[in-house]
């Protein structure tokens, strides 16, 4: 399994970063986690082929997580002129809010007559769920976007990589990165407490509880980001957009 890190920003591109968007090439097939805003800008940017994507698995509903779908499918029809099909998977509400997001920014988009095929797989939280060969496991977590926000385990036989999703700390994360050969967590703030995102005053005090075989920090703001040479001695590897870390 094979990661290149196409966007790492939070919601308002701290730091220069992309939204969130990670590129899993497997022995299985091709699988973006996420795909937040500016995400087709970010794939064509790293020299990232969008109609190589098998299927995108959703964390959540919030824009800098799933806003580019949108541009991805109507590039794909027009531009691309994409022949493959694409599935689409996330938590449960997302062919109502991918609508509605097509018709918002591309009013009648729905009614399109698709040159290829794609289709919404809406995940039942909990239940592990074959995405293309790969074996998702979602895990509710805390962090409001009208639809259940999720942290994500995909392993595909061999490796286990894992996702925090957007949250604040809840104790269900030390399962999903028990035996995790990657964990990626949100690290939003330096200090103090926040609802729905971690600080690395409260992720540092809990680093024991998780066993996840590498941690990275992702989706941090720029007081965080001020800081990333603390956290790096204290042996976590952090986000950049365009690194490739063999899982």
């Not at 392993?155 to 999703?165: L, M, N, Q, V």
């Not at 926040?194 to 409260?202: E, K, N, Q, R, Y």
Request: aromatic share 8%.
């Amino acid at each position: 399994m094979r990661l290149t890190i196409v966007g790492s920003g939070d919601a308002f591109g701290s730091g220069g970063r992309f939204n969130t968007c990670f590129f899993l090439e497997t022995a299985k097939g091709t699988m973006l986690v996420d795909f937040g805003a500016s995400s087709l800008v970010a794939l064509k940017a790293h020299g990232l082929d969008p109609d190589r994507v098998d299927a995108i698995v959703l964390s959540h509903l919030h824009g800098d997580h799933f806003g580019a779908l949108p541009f991805l499918l109507l590039d794909a029809q027009f531009l691309a002129r994409r022949e493959r099909p694409l599935l689409i998977a996330g938590p449960p509400g997302t062919r109502a809010r991918l609508d509605q997001l097509l018709e918002v920014f591309f009013p009648r988009s729905t009614t399109n007559k698709w040159r290829f095929s794609w289709s919404v797989m809406e995940i039942e939280v909990g239940r592990t769920t074959d995405v293309l060969g790969h074996s998702v496991t979602t895990t509710e977590v805390l962090h409001y976007s009208g639809a259940p926000s999720t942290a994500i385990v995909v392993h595909d036989g061999e490796k286990r990589f894992a996702y925090s999703g957007d949250t604040e700390w809840v104790e269900a994360l030390v399962s999903v990165a028990d035996g995790a050969d990657l964990f990626i967590i949100e690290c939003f703030a330096y200090s103090g407490e926040l609802p729905g995102h971690i600080s690395w005053d409260v992720l540092k005090k809990r680093l024991p509880d998780l066993r996840a075989r590498r941690i990275m920090l992702t989706h941090m703001n720029p007081v965080m980001l001020a800081h990333l040479d603390e956290v790096r001695a204290a042996g976590m590897l952090t986000a950049e957009d365009g690194a490739v870390i063999e899982i």
